[in-house]
Structures are given as structure tokens and as C-alpha cells.
């Protein structure tokens, strides 16, 4: 019978305050994971469990998101979010890792491996944005804004909407025919759970959303080194924007994942990131 798999939690200081993160594994090469916006690391529990077995598998909350504190910055950039995730390298004394990036994830992971070549061998990007124009005006408008207290609890039913919508459109605020999602709405305690995570950063969370909505993927991506996996899964509303990306990445390939609820997501998963990462070098 397999053993469970323990993972662990842990704070560190940094220059901008603590980071939070969860840790699993204690054999193989050190994997980096970097959550989607909103939430924190608890989102990648299932992944880190999937990767714990053959890697030493860590997963911070990025700053301003689950229990990590934010950045100085009134208006953070991706670079800045990357810079910390150095520096929480650094702290843990990784001197390489490869990196896993979802969402704003991705961009922060894009970003690290622009920063810091000789420290990321291997990256997976998991959705690739790329907003422009009045798209991009659009979502900065609408998309996140923080969920500032009030005295009869409604600001708790907004935040429980904004989670729950994800799950139905993109994007969410747009509740109509055609921005309708065909992937369910998933289960009560992973939503319970998401929307806790969102609740403990309830007046930053936005901020990483709006530096990785400005991030300029098509620009940016021309400048990674290192051999990347672009994927996305079949039901992903990032998808055609990461395929379409795959062309600027200079030594990268695109792989489509199954939808998330299809029942070999995960072993599909595994397979393609143990092939990308058997194939390093």
C-alpha cells in the first residue's frame, strides 16, 4: 500500500516580510511550484502530491496571496513577483529548480527563468495569457478588485460569487450565453477551500492579477533559455492563447492536456511533465 503523502508548511523571511510555503519530498531534483491567481499553494496540493514521490517539490505563496505578505509596491510587475521568488530560492538554498507556473504563476516562472538562466534548467508553463487592447482594459477594469470588509458581511457573498463564477464563465464577470464554461462547477471543498485562501488576502490578491493581465507574453517569452512546455488542458479559457504562443518560444513545444475533469487528467499530467523533464538536458 502506497504511503500518504506528508506535506509540510513552513514560513520564511524575506526582504519584503514572510513567504508561506508547502514542501513535500525528500529525493530528487527540487521543483518549484507557482499557483494561479487567486488563492495560494493550496490550489497545487494534488500536484505536489503527483510529484512528491521523485522530486523535492516546493510551493510558495506568492506575495500578497494565501498567508505570504505582500509586496511594498501599491502596483507590483511580474518582474518584481519573479525577483521574490529569487530571493525565496536563495532563502531555501535552491541553487537550481525546475518550474511549474499556472495563470499568474506562468508569467512569474516565465519571468524567473528570464532573471535567472543559470538557476531554471526546465520550465512548464500551464496557461498563458495575453491581453491587449480593449481586452486588456477590459479585464483591468472588471476582473479583481479587492474585497474590503464591511459591517453586514456582504463584501463575504462577492468573494464567494467571484470564485464560483470562475468555475462557470470567462470571464467571470461576464455572465452570458457565450462566456459560459462547460466544466461544471467542481466540488463544495475545493470551492470552501478557494474561497478561504482568497479571504486571507482579500485586499491584495488583485494586484498579482493586474501585473500578470499587463504582462506582455508575445515579448517576453522570445527571452527564456531554458527548454519550456507550454500545456494547457482541454477546457483551460487560456488554451488558443498558449498555442498560439508556442511560436515565441525559442526552445519550447506545446502540449494539450485532457480537460480537468476528465478522469486520466492527472495521470496524463504526470506522464507529459516526466517526459519533458526526462528529456533535460
Known amino acids: 500500500?502506497?504511503?500518504?503523502?506528508?506535506?509540510?508548511?513552513?514560513?520564511?523571511?524575506?526582504?519584503?516580510?514572510?513567504?508561506?510555503?508547502?514542501?513535500?519530498?525528500?529525493?530528487?531534483?527540487?521543483?518549484?511550484l507557482l499557483h494561479a491567481s487567486p488563492g495560494s499553494s493550496r490550489q497545487l496540493?494534488?500536484?505536489i502530491e503527483d510529484f512528491a514521490s521523485?522530486?523535492?517539490?516546493?510551493?510558495?505563496?506568492?506575495?500578497?496571496?494565501?498567508?505570504s505578505e505582500a509586496l511594498a509596491e501599491t502596483e507590483p510587475t511580474v518582474a518584481g513577483l519573479a525577483a521574490a521568488m529569487l530571493a525565496f530560492l536563495d532563502a531555501m538554498g535552491l541553487s537550481k529548480v525546475r518550474v511549474y507556473g499556472s495563470h499568474t504563476g506562468a508569467a512569474i516562472a516565465a519571468e524567473l527563468a528570464i532573471l535567472a538562466p543559470h538557476?531554471?534548467?526546465?520550465?512548464?508553463?500551464?496557461?498563458?495569457?495575453?491581453?491587449?487592447?480593449?481586452?486588456?482594459?477590459?479585464?483591468?477594469?472588471?476582473?479583481?478588485?479587492?474585497?474590503e470588509p464591511d459591517l453586514d458581511g456582504a463584501y463575504l457573498i462577492r468573494l464567494f460569487q467571484f470564485c464560483r463564477d470562475?468555475?462557470?464563465?470567462?470571464?467571470?464577470?461576464?455572465?452570458?450565453?457565450?462566456?459560459?464554461?462547460?466544466?461544471?462547477?467542481?466540488?463544495?471543498?475545493?470551492?470552501?477551500?478557494?474561497?478561504?485562501?482568497?479571504?486571507?488576502?482579500?485586499?491584495?490578491?488583485?494586484?498579482?492579477?493586474?501585473?500578470?493581465?499587463?504582462?506582455?507574453?508575445?515579448?517576453r517569452l522570445p527571452l527564456i533559455a531554458c527548454r519550456t512546455l507550454l500545456t494547457a488542458a482541454a477546457d483551460d479559457p487560456l488554451?488558443?492563447?498558449?498555442?498560439?504562443?508556442?511560436?515565441?518560444?525559442?526552445?519550447?513545444?506545446?502540449?494539450?492536456?485532457?480537460?480537468?475533469?476528465?478522469?486520466?487528467?492527472?495521470?496524463a499530467r504526470k506522464a507529459a511533465f516526466d517526459s519533458f523533464f526526462r528529456t533535460e538536458g
Do not use: C
Not at 125 to 138: A, K, R, T
Open 119 to 147: 538557476r531554471v534548467p526546465a520550465l512548464v508553463l500551464d496557461g498563458v495569457s495575453l491581453f491587449e487592447g480593449d481586452e486588456l482594459q477590459d479585464v483591468l477594469d472588471h476582473y479583481a478588485r479587492p474585497f
Open 239 to 267: 488554451i488558443a492563447t498558449t498555442k498560439k504562443l508556442e511560436t515565441h518560444l525559442p526552445n519550447g513545444r506545446f502540449v494539450e492536456l485532457p480537460r480537468v475533469d476528465a478522469a486520466d487528467f492527472r495521470t
Open 45 to 47: 496540493v494534488r500536484l
Open 166 to 219: 470562475q468555475y462557470l464563465f470567462f470571464p467571470w464577470y461576464r455572465r452570458t450565453r457565450e462566456s459560459r464554461r462547460d466544466s461544471g462547477i467542481g466540488n463544495a471543498a475545493d470551492l470552501h477551500a478557494w474561497v478561504v485562501e482568497v479571504m486571507k488576502a482579500n485586499s491584495t490578491y488583485h494586484l498579482n492579477y493586474l501585473a500578470a493581465f499587463r504582462w506582455a507574453a508575445d515579448r
Open 54 to 67: 521523485d522530486h523535492r517539490v516546493f510551493a510558495p505563496d506568492t506575495p500578497g496571496n494565501g498567508d
Open 1 to 32: 500500500m502506497t504511503e500518504p503523502i506528508a506535506i509540510r508548511r513552513g514560513f520564511v523571511d524575506l526582504a519584503h516580510g514572510q513567504m508561506h510555503y508547502r514542501h513535500a519530498g525528500d529525493r530528487g531534483e527540487p521543483l518549484l
